[in-house]
């Protein structure tokens, strides 16, 4: 009997333990924030904007680093993000960021990344960014930053703002090693942007990145690099392999180029669309030994460059 009641208050008090565990171990154990937690809903079409970026800084304050939204929902952005250093805003597959309104709708900053689902514009009048990453961060081979799995569309007719862009114009401001992988852009006046201002001293640069696996529908103007052809406000030796463009009646270019080897490759579709042929890809004066592989006729293309093959 005596032994009995032993294992009873053995077995009790391991329930016990095993429930204070349960219901206490969230924090230590929880490797993402979800969002839902400050109230975003996804399914009342409501701001969420305050919601996730609540969500994003207390996954930077805590060091977890990742914050979530899943399901096949629908956010709504108001006003722009700043994805912290060292946070991951990762979504769900289907999961739907709607930007309604003209402001720049994520900022990447040094080791932060976004990965998977769709961003949708909505407003006619936006003529801002949807992802941006500026060189005064700094990013280099050593950190983790990736733009990857995204679907980034502007459905609102209006064919104006940019996709994805990357800055640099300050004294040693840079953006170099980034990988950008698995991207579809549609919709907009610009596709994807690079700019490089020359800086007041020093350099700044946009070098060595890849952008793999892109696709360009129903831009306007699909890749901007605007640049000098080296130092002080340089951008070189950016890869873009995988890419598949389809033209529209609304598409004036496919590559505006500066810089020195950077280099193309992909597939261009529809060409008879085209209204004006002539400047379909430019290599300006500053593009030096660009490298060309698409499966277009050299007609399209007009080089005021030095050594670009094609």
Known sequence: MHKRKKWIYF?????LLVTFLYYHSDKSTTDYINAEKYGANGDDLKDDTMAIQQAINESYSSEIGKVRLTGNKQYVLTS???????????????TKILVNGNFRAFSLHKNSSITNGIIEVTDKHFHAEVIYLDGK????????????????????????????????????HYISFVNFEDISISGFQKGLEINVRKPNKNAAWINGNRFTHFTFDDCIRCIVINSSRSIPNESSGNQFSGLQVQITKQTEQILSVNGTHNIFEGMIWDTSLLKDASTLIDLHPHAFQTELNFNIDKKFVRDRGVENKF
């Not at 077995?11 to 329930?15: A, D, P, T, V």
């Not at 722009?80 to 289907?94: A, D, I, M, S, T």
């Not at 950190?143 to 004294?171: C, E, M, P, Q």
């Open 137 to 172: 961060e700094q990013f280099w081979s050593d950190t983790r930053t990736r733009v990857r799995n995204l679907t980034i569309v502007n459905s609102s007719g209006g064919h104006d703002g940019t996709g994805i862009k990357l800055f640099a114009g300050g004294a040693n």
């Open 11 to 15: 077995f009790f008090g391991l329930g």
């Open 80 to 94: 722009g993000l700043n994805v912290k250093r060292g946070v991951e805003l990762e979504l769900g597959q289907n």
